[in-house]
């Protein structure tokens, strides 16, 4: 529906896969004001949908792919993208972000999002050219590999004059055509990587789409966003986590910092320290191996790194893949990650699910529940392993099932790492309780960022204290309604780093720094009031642009409390749809390894309080004793119950 508000494009594309209709979805302003776009946005509409007996491979699940108002509109980190689905994985609702440029080229072909619904009969990709859709055949690419897959479709793109028409795609690998429950969508060497967003797209029989086109994404205060933007990019090149540290060593750059923190998942999530854990560091990835940085479309920060594998350039490993496919299997040999990274991307499957699934299985086999061949430390056949999870041969069939689903068939559910079925990812939580409940409780499951990534308060940014529950609450759920929302208006999290004042993070042993990681645990009262009336901040703070630059792109007010009430929607949105497939407080668990065993035997509190704090945090959610969101904050949210 046409918009009077900038950044949208005004139209959302409803298609069904196995009637071939295409039709106009009904998405009006007063929903933009309300549901925004990106993950929230797509919530809306699976909320208007779901009534919580679909299941994830059924013609009834549906994909909707969203950007939101700031994707492509110029401010910085604003290429990202979101994939919804009922996931295969955990059965409920998972978001999955994405940088690249098929947000950008979505709207360039006049979109605002696609809903993708049924199956089609044989293997298919779409075309979407300037709001057209185009089905093909791709019997030809099914079962390539997604760079292979990428590649033959820019010959498909190929203009009379030979040059190739400029495009954005996503496709899946065999992990997706086999519907290995953590498959991934990948464009690029971005990835969406979380849930199994990839094996929904397989069961569609849905290779790839393609978008192209020439629609102007209009900004409603242009000149003003201009200078906005410059200065922006400059706070966030002088910033020392977005201007140094993550340029300087993208997220592998955390490896040394956890390890100091007792924070480097090792063994399985055992221990929280590895010996070699120098090997595997971000340092080591800059010197030897990095080539050059990359970033996605309009970053400054560009923390990708890329490196060589086999002779080729390719995109190198994350944090979470680094340390999991390396001291959380106890591996120290860097380049085999490197090359993992790269062939599970090629798979098209989620390095995080991928790996602590392997470690679950080490750990079976070690404890004589599972002799499945697989060894802590022992690598050289873990390629031939990945590639026989992709294709579901031999014991990769299963494999491909994840953590939960084998510790309950083998034994083990204790060091199943994994919440809500979804396995965890880099940060060992006993000692970060704060993020040990984010992970508990984040609506897609084990997810740091959903989880609201209280670890950056907790050692790795701020040095809080990690292991007491005082506040944690309180600031978790701050910092999951400030990510929501910056998901939702089609920027990248990592844009969210520069909201911890500057000093504060170059001069960690301040007085100022010392007195601030004191007194912060005793703030949960204030944070508190803040996150029940954020209205109260009526204000654009000078530390966080993002709220005049969504007023400059949009022409909506944002004044920060307005900001935060949208991700809180966003948040209690997804919560009261994973309602409906099963969510209440039993389900916000963790394996007992985090919650009854201390990572240190001198320390009782390393360990995460999870019951106790997770009646603090839906006290201060203002929802129900079961963990679920009460009508009347419902009413209050303008979100619908069903
Ligand atoms: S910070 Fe990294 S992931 Fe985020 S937009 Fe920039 S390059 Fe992409």
């Given at each position: 529906?046409?918009?009077?508000?900038?950044?949208?494009?005004?139209?959302?594309?409803?298609?069904?896969?196995?009637?071939?209709?295409?039709?106009?979805?009904?998405?009006?302003?007063?929903?933009?004001?309300?549901?925004?776009?990106?993950?929230?946005?797509?919530?809306?509409?699976?909320?208007?949908?779901?009534?919580?007996?679909?299941?994830?491979?059924?013609?009834?699940?549906?994909?909707?792919?969203?950007?939101?108002?700031?994707?492509?509109?110029?401010?910085?980190?604003?290429?990202?993208?979101?994939?919804?689905t009922l996931s295969p994985l955990t059965g409920y609702v998972t978001?999955?972000?994405?940088?690249?440029?098929?947000?950008?080229?979505?709207?360039?072909?006049?979109?605002?999002?696609?809903?993708?619904?049924?199956?089609?009969?044989?293997?298919?990709?779409?075309?979407?050219?300037?709001?057209?859709?185009?089905?093909?055949?791709?019997?030809?690419?099914?079962?390539?590999?997604?760079?292979?897959?990428?590649?033959?479709?820019?010959?498909?793109?190929?203009?009379?004059?030979?040059?190739?028409?400029?495009?954005?795609?996503?496709?899946?690998?065999?992990?997706?055509?086999?519907?290995?429950?953590?498959?991934?969508?990948?464009?690029?060497?971005?990835?969406?990587?979380?849930?199994?967003?990839?094996?929904?797209?397989?069961?569609?029989?849905?290779?790839?789409?393609?978008?192209?086109?020439?629609?102007?994404?209009?900004?409603?205060?242009?000149?003003?966003?201009?200078?906005?933007?410059?200065?922006?990019?400059?706070?966030?090149?002088?910033?020392?986590?977005?201007?140094?540290?993550?340029?300087?060593?993208?997220?592998?750059?955390?490896?040394?910092?956890?390890?100091?923190?007792?924070?480097?998942?090792?063994?399985?999530?055992?221990?929280?320290?590895?010996?070699?854990?120098?090997?595997?560091?971000?340092?080591?990835?800059?010197?030897?191996?990095?080539?050059?940085?990359?970033?996605?479309?309009?970053?400054?920060?560009?923390?990708?790194?890329?490196?060589?594998?086999?002779?080729?350039?390719?995109?190198?490993?994350?944090?979470?893949?680094?340390?999991?496919?390396?001291?959380?299997?106890?591996?120290?040999?860097?380049?085999?990650?490197?090359?993992?990274?790269?062939?599970?991307?090629?798979?098209?499957?989620?390095?995080?699910?991928?790996?602590?699934?392997?470690?679950?299985?080490?750990?079976?086999?070690?404890?004589?529940?599972?002799?499945?061949?697989?060894?802590?430390?022992?690598?050289?056949?873990?390629?031939?392993?990945?590639?026989?999870?992709?294709?579901?041969?031999?014991?990769?069939?299963?494999?491909?099932?994840?953590?939960?689903?084998?510790?309950?068939?083998?034994?083990?559910?204790?060091?199943?790492?994994?919440?809500?079925?979804?396995?965890?990812?880099?940060?060992?939580?006993?000692?970060?309780?704060?993020?040990?409940?984010?992970?508990?409780?984040?609506?897609?499951?084990?997810?740091?960022?959903?989880?609201?990534?209280?670890?950056?308060?907790?050692?790795?940014?701020?040095?809080?204290?990690?292991?007491?529950?005082?506040?944690?609450?309180?600031?978790?759920?701050?910092?999951?309604?400030?990510?929501?929302?910056?998901?939702?208006?089609?920027?990248?999290?990592?844009?969210?780093?520069?909201?911890?004042?500057?000093?504060?993070?170059?001069?960690?042993?301040?007085?100022?720094?010392?007195?601030?990681?004191?007194?912060?645990?005793?703030?949960?009262?204030?944070?508190?009031?803040?996150?029940?009336?954020?209205?109260?901040?009526?204000?654009?703070?000078?530390?966080?642009?993002?709220?005049?630059?969504?007023?400059?792109?949009?022409?909506?007010?944002?004044?920060?409390?307005?900001?935060?009430?949208?991700?809180?929607?966003?948040?209690?949105?997804?919560?009261?749809?994973?309602?409906?497939?099963?969510?209440?407080?039993t389900k916000d668990a963790l394996p007992k390894r985090l919650t009854?065993?201390?990572?240190?035997?001198?320390?009782?509190?390393?360990?995460?309080?999870?019951?106790?704090?997770?009646?603090?945090?839906?006290?201060?959610?203002?929802?129900?004793?079961?963990?679920?969101?009460?009508?009347?904050?419902?009413?209050?949210?303008?979100?619908?119950?069903?």
């Open positions: 529906m046409a918009t009077e508000y900038g950044g949208y494009m005004g139209k959302v594309l409803r298609i069904n896969l196995t009637t071939r209709e295409v039709d106009e979805y009904p998405f009006s302003d007063r929903e933009r004001e309300l549901f925004i776009g990106g993950k929230t946005m797509a919530a809306k509409i699976l909320s208007d949908h779901f009534k919580g007996t679909e299941q994830p491979f059924s013609d009834e699940n549906m994909m909707v792919i969203t950007t939101g108002p700031m994707t492509g509109s110029g401010a910085p980190s604003s290429s990202r993208f979101n994939i919804s978001s999955s972000n994405c940088g690249g440029n098929f947000g950008y080229y979505l709207k360039k072909a006049g979109l605002d999002a696609l809903i993708v619904q049924g199956h089609c009969e044989k293997p298919t990709w779409l075309e979407i050219n300037s709001g057209k859709v185009i089905f093909h055949e791709a019997d030809d690419f099914w079962g390539m590999k997604t760079g292979a897959t990428q590649e033959a479709l820019d010959e498909k793109m190929k203009l009379p004059n030979g040059r190739v028409r400029k495009n954005g795609k996503i496709c899946i690998g065999p992990a997706g055509e086999n519907q290995v429950l953590y498959a991934s969508v990948v464009s690029n060497e971005r990835v969406a990587g979380r849930g199994g967003v990839g094996a929904v797209m397989g069961w569609m029989r849905l290779k790839a789409i393609c978008a192209s086109g020439n629609k102007e994404i209009s900004v409603k205060e242009k000149e003003k966003m201009v200078a906005h933007t410059q200065k922006w990019f400059k706070y966030l090149r002088k910033h020392p986590l977005t201007g140094e540290q993550l340029p300087k060593l993208g997220t592998a750059g955390l490896v040394s910092s956890m390890q100091m923190k007792g924070l480097l998942s090792t063994k399985n999530y055992s221990e929280g320290h590895f010996d070699d854990f120098e090997l595997i560091s971000g340092e080591r990835l800059a010197e030897q191996y990095n080539i050059v940085n990359k970033g996605c479309l309009t970053c400054p920060i560009r923390c990708s790194r890329t490196v060589e594998v086999e002779g080729k350039a390719v995109k190198g490993p994350e944090l979470e893949t680094l340390v999991l496919l390396g001291s959380g299997i106890c591996n120290n040999n860097l380049e085999a990650v490197l090359r993992w990274n790269y062939e599970l991307d090629e798979l098209g499957m989620d390095t995080i699910s991928c790996a602590n699934t392997i470690s679950y299985a080490m750990e079976a086999n070690e404890k004589g529940l599972w002799d499945n061949g697989l060894h802590f430390s022992e690598i050289d056949d873990l390629s031939a392993v990945m590639e026989k999870i992709a294709h579901k041969e031999g014991i990769g069939a299963e494999l491909a099932l994840g953590s939960k689903r084998l510790s309950e068939k083998y034994g083990g559910t204790e060091f199943a790492i994994h919440a809500k079925g979804m396995e965890l990812a880099a940060y060992e939580p006993r000692k970060a309780v704060g993020l040990g409940l984010g992970y508990a409780v984040s609506n897609r499951g084990g997810c740091h960022l959903n989880g609201g990534y209280a670890v950056i308060l907790e050692g790795l940014g701020l040095s809080v204290n990690p292991t007491t529950y005082h506040g944690k609450a309180d600031m978790t759920m701050l910092m999951q309604n400030l990510m929501e929302m910056i998901s939702a208006s089609g920027q990248c999290l990592f844009t969210s780093y520069a909201f911890f004042p500057a000093p504060l993070m170059s001069h960690p042993n301040s007085w100022y720094t010392k007195l601030v990681n004191a007194v912060l645990p005793y703030c949960g009262g204030a944070v508190r009031i803040l996150n029940k009336f954020p209205e109260i901040a009526a204000i654009h703070l000078p530390v966080f642009h993002h709220t005049k630059g969504f007023e400059y792109v949009t022409g909506m007010k944002m004044p920060f409390g307005r900001y935060m009430r949208c991700g809180e929607r966003g948040y209690n949105l997804e919560r009261e749809l994973n309602r409906r497939f099963g969510v209440d407080a009854d065993v201390v990572q240190d035997p001198k320390d009782p509190n390393s360990k995460v309080p999870l019951e106790k704090l997770k009646q603090v945090y839906y006290h201060a959610r203002g929802w129900d004793d079961n963990g679920l969101p009460t009508k009347k904050l419902l009413q209050k949210l303008n979100i619908e119950a069903k």
